[in-house]
């Protein structure tokens, strides 16, 4: 047969769609109309552009024009369109604050929250006590306050429009004096020069990359001087023949001057987590105990909540903050507020907020547990797939999200290799599957670190391992 022939063996677009209502798949399912017209279309779009493309005869024995398997490709198509963008997946690469996979999963209270919140009206701005209006910052304020000593609190939606916020409040037309060492980029590639630019502040950089002195910091004060600022290097630590100013000085140099002293944690720890053997960070507390006027930092990452920025200082210095106009562009929502209130509300028990928010619970795991982990993975993924050579071995897992960025954490893995597929190829496979489980390659071994692999998911990552295997059964078979 000729091309001509192939394409008059083709459905068309109606006999499709209906062949697609008497398909078991779809035919019970609540589909559009219209959607499964265009997937029908699209499929047999290709379809012709394949036989039109056909160089031989085998490239056209090896084209399906059979409407059953036609049928199979709409499906296909219209399971790709409805599936959401947004998908939950399996974390295997053992980096906790993964950015690219959404940094830090919530508690069970904080989801808990989400749900009531987003399914109900709330007092978001209405004061039950007397009905009058009322202020979204409120329900955060009191937590945060209580927790940390701060006169006051403001939350906004990233740590990066807190800083940014500060800046145009405080320091807009004047002068702030920042260390070279700290003019840090994070991700995305946004600089704090570039923030501090977009608030109208004017930057003054003293010192040098790698050494900056208080005497530096006092030589750039004049009379356009505002604010010291000081970044803490979330993502990087400058090491060797190095020296910086403690924020206790700085803020007695601010002080004394009439200056605002702005401290950036970025990550923000709260809990002192070196008791568990982690490298020392500077706390929450720490910041203001020296005497910070103001304080900024992630609401995720290491202190475990939604994605927000967190301001806690002086209490005159957070409300013109707050009556700023920038700060309704950058205000929370109340999904924000429910989640990050319920995360906040654990810290009263530190203890409790080292177990269920799963930052820090994965953070502090113990060895022997991911050990265990590691070997149950392994047992069920060499009963499942005999293909696969599975080894638990010894490794270091990562904080992530720009935080402790030179702390190697000890932990457990399961590497594996297959007989049949190249180990690139089985990467990809995980990556298609339902839910996709995203690993890491290392020596030409797949390498899934238990750290952030759950007891739960361990039987998704064993299907997704048995559905790579059939998926390359049916490309030998084809």
Known sequence: ??????????????????????????????????????????????????????????????????????????????????????????????????????????????????????????????????????????????????????????????????????????????????????????????????????????????????KTYLEDYRRAIGEETAMILRAHPSNYRILGFTAEVSASDLVSLAHEHGLIFLEDLGSGVYVDLTRHGLSPEPTIADSLKEGADLVCFSGDKLLGGPQSGIVLGKKDLVEAMARHPLARALRVDKLTIAALEATLLLYLDPERALSEIPTLAMLTADAETLRKRARRLAGKLASACPHLAVEVQEDVSRAGGGSLPLEDIPTWVVAVTSQSLKVPALEESLRRADPPVIARIRENRLILDMRTVSDDEVPLVVEAFRAAGGEMETEQGA
């Open 1 to 210: 047969m000729d091309k001509k022939d192939y394409l008059r063996r083709l459905s068309s677009v109606n006999d499709l769609m209906q062949a697609v209502y008497r398909s078991r798949s779809l035919g019970s399912r609540s589909v559009p109309r219209e959607l499964i017209a265009e997937a029908s279309r699209a499929v047999l779009e290709g379809v012709r552009e394949a036989i039109l493309a056909a160089r031989d005869e085998l490239s056209l024995e090896n084209i399906t024009t059979d409407t059953e398997e036609l049928v199979s490709l709409v499906e296909k198509e219209v399971e790709k369109r409805i599936r959401p963008g947004l998908r939950r997946v399996v974390n295997a690469t053992g980096v906790v604050i993964h950015t690219n996979l959404g940094r830090s999963p919530l508690s069970r209270p904080a989801i808990e929250a989400l749900q009531a919140t987003a399914a109900h009206y709330s007092n978001l701005e209405f004061r039950l006590e007397d009905g009058t209006r009322g202020s979204r910052q409120h329900h955060l304020r009191k937590i945060l306050c209580e927790l940390t000593g701060a006169e006051s609190a403001l939350v906004v939606n990233n740590n990066a429009a807190a800083v940014l916020l500060a800046l145009t409040t405080h320091a807009r037309d004047r002068e702030v004096i920042v260390s070279r060492g700290q003019l840090i980029e994070i991700g995305g590639s946004f600089r704090l020069p570039d923030v501090m630019a977009q608030s109208g502040a004017r930057l003054v950089e003293v010192g040098t990359t790698n």
